[in-house]
């Protein structure tokens, strides 16, 4: 696993086909690790690209109580996971990924029936070219609501 540059990519997956899975991933959980390795799982010949956004893009998404923990730390955790073989930490605006996945050679984006941004992507794999997969949610967990169970569990203990 390497962690990437943006432009690197650029270079790197010019023409080498590529798998690219985005999210925050903040509080890594069981549901984001059965999704990494479906993605992987899915066509393991070709390299898996993991965008991680950057804690301005979560706070502006998720509130300013998000992330818990930073870019650099959700780095560090996601780079122990070896279904993922390049991470691209994500410092841009989350809408640059539109013209950033037009530039590589992107053969399948994973997404979860409840990604949030699903039409968008939806619009941009028929623009470029490449396949919108979607695998299974693993139990219906997300980081989100893990957070709501601590604080409703906290609030009950008081």
Known sequence: MRIIKRDEALVLFKNQEVNLVTGSFDLVHAGHIDFLKQAKAHSPQIPLLVIVLDDIAIAARKGSDRPIYSLQDRLTILSAISYIDYLLPWEN??????????????????????????????????????????????????????????????????
């Not at 029936?113 to 939806?122: R, T």
């Not at 219906?140 to 569990?153: A, C, N, P, Q």
Request: aromatic fraction near 8%; charge should be positive.
């Open 93 to 158: 605006s989350w809408e640059e990924i539109r013209d950033f996945v037009g530039k590589i050679n992107l053969v399948n984006l994973f997404v979860t029936p409840k990604d949030p941004g699903l039409d968008n992507k939806m619009e941009i794999a028929r623009n470029n070219g490449f396949k919108l997969v979607e695998l299974k949610q693993y139990n219906e967990v997300s980081t989100t609501s893990i957070i709501e169970r601590i604080k409703k569990d906290a609030k009950e203990s008081k």
